[in-house]
């Protein structure tokens, strides 16, 4: 069995607060674009998937994007 190393701890609950928003891993890039943060679907679903570093500037387009805290990014 081979093991993947989780490269962040945010991403599985980017993923559960984005979903619940239903909004699309497009959307959010798009979004975060408008922000600034040059990410596209493609790295928000390496972030999601936990196989992708998350730098602290996206951590924060990503908590003012879907509307929440930075802390909340961090509930267990």
């Given at each position: 069995m081979?093991?993947?190393?989780k490269?962040?701890?945010t991403?599985k609950?980017i993923?559960?607060?984005r979903m619940?928003r239903?909004?699309?891993?497009?959307?959010?890039?798009?979004?975060?674009?408008?922000l600034g943060?040059n990410?596209?679907q493609?790295i928000?679903?390496?972030i999601?998937?936990q196989?992708?570093?998350?730098?602290d500037?996206e951590?924060?387009?990503?908590?003012?994007a879907?509307?929440?805290?930075i802390e909340?990014l961090?509930?267990?």
């Open positions: 081979v093991t993947v190393l490269r962040n701890i991403g609950n993923q559960t607060i619940n239903k909004i699309s891993q497009e959307q959010l890039a798009a979004k975060l674009n408008l943060i990410i596209d493609t928000i679903s390496r999601e998937n196989t992708r570093e998350i730098l500037y951590l924060k387009g990503i908590a003012i879907l509307h929440i805290t909340d961090f509930k267990e």
